[in-house]
Every structure is written in C-alpha cells, then in structure tokens.
C-alpha cells in the first residue's frame, strides 16, 4: 500500500518529516522471494495522486512493468492493482513507481526486493543497506516547494542535503567480528552518483544490477554506484572489535554509516575470494553481434549544453518553447513522451547493438526496461571484465556501446534514471514482438 508516513530524517530521534512509503515506512517491507517463483501483491493506493509500482531489474511479463501510460493505466487514489512478479533471476531488485516517479521518489516511495538463490549462498549474514540523498528545509521537512524546479531538471537533477541509510540519517549496523557478509548495496536517489568508501573492509564484488559476475576485489575500496544500480558485496569482517564507517567521497567525505563489530569472533577455514561465484541466471548471454540491429541513442540538453532546438509532441520546437513546456533534454532530437513513436521495433531474439553518446555537461544513468544489456567499449575501448547490467552510467562525452538479446516481449521504456532528466525529455521506449 502506497500511504503517506512519518520518518527521522535529519538526526536521530529528530523531527518526524513527512513521507510517502509502501506501508508507510521508507524504506518499504523487503520483498523476499525464491528464484522461479511468482509474488502475488496486490497494490493498493492510499496517495492523493495516481501511481504504479515498477520491478525494477525483474525481466518480468510487460503487462506488470508498471509504466503508467505504456504497459498499465495509473492506479487512481482509493484503487488496486494486482501484480504478478515471476522473477527468472536471482539477485538485488527493487521497486518503485513509474508515475510522477521525480517527486514519489523524492518523498520515499520505493523498496527491495530479493529473488534468492535456490541453493543459498554461504555468508553468515545477508544485509541490505538502500542508500538515498533527501532535500529538506529548515523544518527538517521535505522541501516539496523545490519538486519540479527546472534548474535542477536541466542540471544534475535533485541532490539532497541529508543522506540515509535504510531510511535512517546513521545506521548503526552491529556485526560479528569475523562474520562473513553478503551486503546488498543500493542507489535509490533521484540523481546523485554515490563512491562509498568501505575502509579496511576489503569488500570483493559479487554480482552487479543483479547479475553474478567473476568476484574481484572493490579497488581502493570505493564503491561507485549511479541511481537505480545495485551492487552485492561480500565481506569478511575482521577478526577484532572495531568500528568499520562507510563513507561517502565524492565531495568532502562524510559518514554515511557504520559496521560496529562485537563479540565472540568467528574463525575463518577459506578467506576470500575462494567459493565465491554466485550461480549463473538464465539469462541470453549469446550475442549475435554480426546480426545485430543497431540502434544509437544520443543524448542532448541541459545547461551548458549544445541543443538548440528538438521535436516535441511531433513538432519542432526552439530552447525556449521546450523549456516553457519542461522539456531541456532529447534522446535523438526528441524530447520523449511514451505518446511518440517507438525508438525501434524488433523480433523476438534478435541481438540488439547500441551506442549511448553522451553529449552533454552531465552524467546520465541509462536504464532499460525487462532486459539485461552487456556493457561492450567505454570510447572504443573493450570493457575488460564482463558485466551484465539494466543500468549504466555515462559521463559527460562519453561513448558507451551495449548490447542485449531482445527476448521478452512487449513495449519497454527506455530511458535516464536521474529521473528529472527523464521527466525532462530523456526517454523513449523500443517494442520486441
């Protein structure tokens, strides 16, 4: 249920700001469920605007992507929606709406979700850490008066001034020293990239965007994580007492949160990284890239950038019409609804080959819906391990090539999860039949 809520924001037993949450609380309940087996939730929403849930990462059945005006009708206020969540793969999901996503989001309307493994994996403990940035005013409340300002739609997109951790402004997470750790690390902000530091934790990488990969060790142990990604770590915490902050280093450092390990240490036989890798997913790995329909997508707008002019609703329309609209961005000269014609159309299990411009002043966080695409160069250059994702970051200039099997069926959205720039004009959607 989508309802509005209470949460300690800004300190600890601080002032309650008010929230929108599933069930109330942000985050919402931790959605556990087995690999190959179908959740049955039945939505119900209490707000006083429409919305949806989507499953983000899921390679689900497109009639419960939850896109509102593309793969489902908005869920009225007072209304319900059933959603069938069959899950092929196992790994670090989440969700949230698909539907004024830019301010639900912003109010703390999202949750995880977990598909375990069908053998479980070997860790002592399996924890989730959901990382999000709020902008709150001088109550310490959210400041709602800044939703939807276009300054920051046609710049980075919202940033915070107050960062949490599992909806807490300092978790304090109490561990074993010695424990072995299977940590689910997410970005749920609207449009910061987060490097956390995990300090003396020599985390090794287990699985990306929900997709295991070869294990290897988090260098510098920084973590870089854009909006919408996941990442599953694992740890060995060490064998004495001590306290372990995870910071956050992309500007001046602050702590974000701590692993305060305490008690009877537990003995290690196998340190890492030995068997570590986590079961392959059934996922189309078998690229055609020969065959391939290529596709490009450009990326325009934004301050300080070269666009001058994009087609809107069929027309073609100058800087400042667009912005008078809300609209600073383009995929392909188009600043995107789910009202314009597709961005392609392929049959069903054909290897589709995308190269992402980014030529803008701006990092963009790429997500594509029901697929998972290989990430193949950075500006011409091979990708040197092998990663599957929904959710790539590119930066400002960059050149990022992808490519994934087109084997689910339906129309899917394509588009930028710094979800102002999406909101903005930077989306489309692709149609598999």
């Excluded at 300190?11 to 959740?39: H, S």
């Excluded at 119900?44 to 509102?68: C, F, K």
């Excluded at 992309?250 to 008690?263: H, I, K, T, V, Y």
Aim: glycine share 10%; hydrophobic share 40%.
């Amino acid at each position: 249920m989508a309802k509005p809520g209470k949460a300690s924001l800004w300190e600890e037993g601080g002032p309650l700001a008010d929230i929108w949450g599933y069930d109330g609380g942000v985050p919402g309940p931790v959605l556990r469920m087995r690999q190959g087996e179908t959740l049955r939730v039945n939505f119900r929403n209490e707000l006083d605007q429409p919305s949806t849930i989507h499953w983000h990462g899921i390679r689900i059945d497109n009639a419960y992507d939850g896109v509102a005006g593309l793969t489902q009708e908005s869920v009225e206020p007072g209304e319900t929606f059933e959603y069938l969540v069959k899950a092929p793969d196992a790994g670090t999901f989440w969700y949230h709406p698909h539907n004024r996503s830019w301010e639900q989001m912003a109010r703390g309307l999202y949750g995880v979700l977990i598909v375990e493994e069908s053998e479980p994996v070997a860790v002592d403990r399996d924890l989730v850490m959901v990382f999000d940035d709020w902008r709150l005013d001088e109550a310490r409340q959210i400041d709602v008066a800044s939703l939807g300002m276009l300054h920051d739609w046609a710049h980075a997109g919202r940033l915070g001034n107050v960062l949490t951790v599992n909806g807490q402004p300092y978790l304090k997470q109490t561990v074993t020293p010695g424990e072995r750790l299977r940590l689910r690390v997410l970005n749920t902000a609207n449009a910061r990239v987060l490097q956390l530091r995990f300090a003396g934790l020599a985390p090794v990488v287990l699985a990306l965007d929900g997709q295991p990969v070869e294990p290897y060790p988090l260098a510098d142990e920084i973590l870089e994580i854009a909006p919408a990604q996941r990442c599953d770590l694992m740890i060995d915490m060490p064998g004495e007492a001590g306290v372990f902050k995870v910071e956050e280093v992309s500007r001046d450092p602050f702590a974000a949160c701590e692993l305060r390990a305490e008690g009877e240490p537990i003995a290690r036989t196998a340190p890492l990284p030995e068997t570590l890798r986590l079961p392959e997913n059934p996922l189309a790995s078998a690229l055609d890239l020969e065959g391939a329909l290529s596709v490009d997508l450009l990326m325009e707008g934004g301050a300080m950038g070269r666009m001058g002019a994009a087609m809107l609703h069929g027309e073609r329309k100058g800087m400042r019409d667009l912005m008078e609209a809300g609209k600073v961005w383009s995929f392909n000269g188009i600043a995107g609804s789910h009202h314009d014609p597709a961005l392609f159309s392929t049959a069903l299990g054909r290897t589709v080959r995308m190269p992402i411009v980014n030529d803008t002043r701006w990092p963009h966080a790429i997500h594509l819906h029901g697929h998972h695409f290989k990430v193949l160069s950075r500006n011409g250059a091979p990708v040197a391990r092998e990663e599957w994702r929904d959710t790539v970051l590119t930066a400002p200039g960059e050149r990022v090539e992808i490519a994934f099997v087109a084997d689910n069926p339906g129309k899917w959205m394509l588009h930028c999860h710094m979800l102002e720039h999406q909101a903005a004009g930077m989306m489309s959607w692709f149609e598999v039949s």
